[in-house]
T-cell receptor, first 114, second 108 residues
Framework: DGGITQSPKYLFRKEGQNVTLSCEQNLNHDAMYWYRQDPGQGLRLIYYSQIVNDFQKGDIAEGYSVSREKKESFPLTVTSAQKNPTAFYLCASSIMDRVEQPQHFGDGTRLSIL | EDQVTQSPEALRLQEGESSSLNCSYTVSGLRGLFWYRQDPGKGPEFLFT???AGEEKEKERLKATLTKKESFLHITAPKPEDSATYLCAVGGNNRLAFGKGNQVVVIP
């Protein structure tokens, strides 16, 4: 079955620690996205990638970093510079980076602070 | 700035009691409106795309409609398994903008 796999499902971060969230897709999609979901708020875009070896900052990129070395993979690192990292993180992909194309989501990673 | 407002925030329905969810939007040049279903602890599941006013899409007990200012998601004769949060997103000349969601609980 084609889809998007996010891991781990739950992640805990200590003070001063960087953590990396994994996102893998086998849909052969060019575009991939990272969103943050907080209670009572709409999804907010962190980073997006239109194609391999290219990525762009979204609305709330500070304290996060990404890489796109393979078409299938778009890992997100939450750095120690992100002072309020507790949230539900969602990875998505679409055939191409056009707003007419629906985005398809993984099942998320919930990040908490120890 | 594109804006998406969903109402009501929360809705409790008796099984079989039909209702509608509203997604009002302000966007420069609508290029697509999307509805998703999200279960607790899961990612959003894509339901529908609507591209132009007057367009309608249906899937089982769900029907989505679109006007120039808003979209409705009609739930006909809902069942408990329709309990979820329904998200609306709009794409215009900027990046996709999401609403906060309509949380629906269907009581047996």
């Amino acid at each position: 079955d084609g889809g998007i796999t996010q891991s781990p499902k739950y992640l805990f971060r200590k003070e001063g620690q960087n953590v990396t969230l994994s996102c893998e897709q086998n849909l052969n999609h060019d575009a991939m996205y990272w969103y943050r979901q907080d209670p009572g708020q709409g999804l907010r875009l962190i980073y997006y990638s239109q194609i391999v070896n290219d990525f762009q900052k979204g609305d709330i990129a500070e304290g996060y970093s990404v890489s796109r070395e393979k078409k299938e993979s778009f890992p997100l690192t939450v750095t120690s510079a992100q002072k309020n990292p507790t949230a539900f993180y969602l990875c998505a992909s679409s055939i191409m980076d056009r707003v007419e194309q629906p985005q398809h989501f993984g099942d998320g990673t919930r990040l908490s602070i120890l | 700035e594109d804006q998406v407002t969903q109402s009501p925030e929360a809705l409790r329905l008796q099984e079989g009691e039909s209702s509608s969810l509203n997604c009002s939007y302000t966007v420069s040049g609508l290029r697509g409106l999307f509805w998703y279903r999200q279960d607790p602890g899961k990612g959003p599941e894509f339901l529908f795309t609507l591209y132009s006013a007057g367009e309608e899409k249906e899937k089982e007990r769900l029907k989505a409609t679109l006007t120039k200012k808003e979209s409705f998601l009609h739930i006909t004769a809902p069942k408990p398994e329709d309990s979820a949060t329904y998200l609306c997103a709009v794409g215009g000349n900027n990046r996709l903008a999401f609403g906060k969601g309509n949380q629906v609980v269907v009581i047996p």
